[in-house]
Structures are given as C-alpha cells and as structure tokens.
C-alpha cells in the first residue's frame, strides 16, 4: 500500500505545474535535467523544500527540446549513450536526496509548427525534428521509469495520458504556449495512484 503523504512538492522546471492543484509547486526556472543533477541536496535548501512529505522531481522537457540532439550531432555521441548517461546521473543524484522522491515522467514535446518565431528563437530553441524530440522523450522515459523501478522510485506517467497518436502533446491539454499541460484530470489520477482519495483531507495543501 502507498503511503498517504501529508504535503507533496513538485520540484522542476515551469513543468512543475502539471501538478498544480495538489502540490506545493517550486518551479525553478528554465533548468535542465542534466544541470539539476548536480547539487540536488544543496538546492533542496536553496528552495526551502521541506522534507515532511513527498518531493517530485519534473524536469527533462528543455534537455529533449534542445540539448540532446546538439550532443549527437555536434559532439558526435551516440543517442543511447547520451539518453542513458543523462537519465543515469540524474537519478543518481537525485535520489541522495534525504526524502521520499518520485520522478515525473517528460511531458509529450510539442510541435515546432506550433510555437511561435519567439519560441523557436529563443534561448532554448527546438532543436531536431518532431519524430526526434518524440523519440528522444521516449527513450528519455523508458530508461528513466527502468531506473525508477530499479531503485523503488515513484514513477508519475504523465506522457501516455497527454501524447496523441504521434507521440506529441495533446493541443487541447495545453496552455495558450502549447507547451504546457493544464488539465484538470492529472491530479484525480496522482491522487488515485498514491492510494489517498479516500484520505484526501490529510493532505495539507
């Protein structure tokens, strides 16, 4: 039986907010997975995180959106290695940290001829094809729900609830960037998994 958790933090980039309605949310800027994996205990304090209840970690979309392909391509790496080293070191680290964790899954990409000329150009660009971002955040996924359930993580699939029949995310799920999920129905479903719909005063939020 899961455990009834008295307050949970979502900790990540502006995808943090998927969890809005449930959680204490603590985006952190336009961070990455591969940059977050390196002090995870230290910005924990940094953010004021307490740790009296369950603390997810929601990061991945910017390193699909633009990263992992520069790796590939301009420092000639192989995508299995670069999505295995990424997910690898990420959950290493952030699994020293001292309190129950759970890992969100990445969220759907979005297609480039959605995004206006800001957001293609901005200092995050897209970077790859559609089918490449699609294929990279399912990788992305896979390793990282492997290494999940390797190490006794919570794994929160949002990807399969908000990807439409290729592998993108779903227009009528998002915000006005398209980028973003902003549905009601995710935290009905985070609720139901941690075992805490009948207990759903106990959480303090």
Known sequence: MSPVYNKIYAVGDSHAGTFYSITHTMPTGPNTMYTIASTPKDLIQEWGVATDGLIVFC????????HIHNQIIQKNRLEDEVINTLATSYINKIKTVDSDIGVMSIVPPARIETQSDVMKNSQY???????????????????LKSLCEKYGILYFDIYTLYADNDG????????????HIRDN????YVLKLLNSMENIQKYKI
Do not use: A, M, W
Request: net charge negative; aromatic share 12%.
């Open 59 to 66: 990061f991945g979309e910017i390193d699909v959106r633009c």
């Open 125 to 143: 660009p897209f970077i790859g094809s559609d089918s490449d971002r699609v294929r990279y955040t399912q990788k992305l996924n896979n390793t």
């Open 185 to 188: 129905q995710y935290p009905s």
């Open 168 to 179: 993108h995310l779903k227009l009528d799920y998002s915000d006005s960037d398209l980028i």
